[in-house]
């Protein structure tokens, strides 16, 4: 057995470690971990198709650009408290749902006013009133259920910011 210490993306420790970057988001605490973040992934995808995707590669596109911002917004956060606060927070996170989660924001935005190109590609997205009851409602459950006990609060509202941000530009 692996030990999965070595996979946790610490953000204290990425300009020595930064395969950690990609190493956290494989990894999964255990199977549960892994089949929540497997329902988001079909959840988020039958969204798009919903909004009228014509993109193939979008979705390979927006995790890749996604897991580095969000990664950013979480060492910029860990940054400020430490120099601003003297704060050092003690946070480790793995898995897929802080992807997950710029992806509902991203879709949550998208239900609203629709989305034709990104990164100047076209992905052809319309606003969808359905998708937009659907995806707030998770948005919430989620929000809830990242106050619970060994949740990443930190790792899903950075993905929920980065995928605001992504829809924005």
Known sequence: VIDKEYFYFVPRLISDQPY???????THADLNHLLSNL????????????????????YLKFII???FLNFLIIWVYEKILS???????????LGFSGIIYALFGFILLTSFYGKSLF??????????????KMSKT???????????????????????V?????FLI
């Open 20 to 26: 950690r970057i990609f190493t956290s988001i494989l």
């Open 39 to 58: 329902g988001g992934i079909i959840i988020t995808r039958y969204f798009l198709m919903r909004l009228g995707i014509e993109s193939r590669f979008f």
């Open 65 to 67: 650009i996604s897991s």
């Open 83 to 93: 120099y601003f606060l003297n704060i050092y927070p003690n946070y480790a996170a």
């Open 119 to 132: 990164l100047g590609k076209k992905i052809g997205l319309k606003s969808n009133y359905e998708v937009q």
């Open 138 to 160: 998770i948005c919430l459950i989620g929000l809830i259920f990242s106050f619970f006990p060994g949740v990443s609060l930190l790792g899903h509202m950075s993905g929920f």
């Open 162 to 166: 980065a995928g605001c941000f992504l």
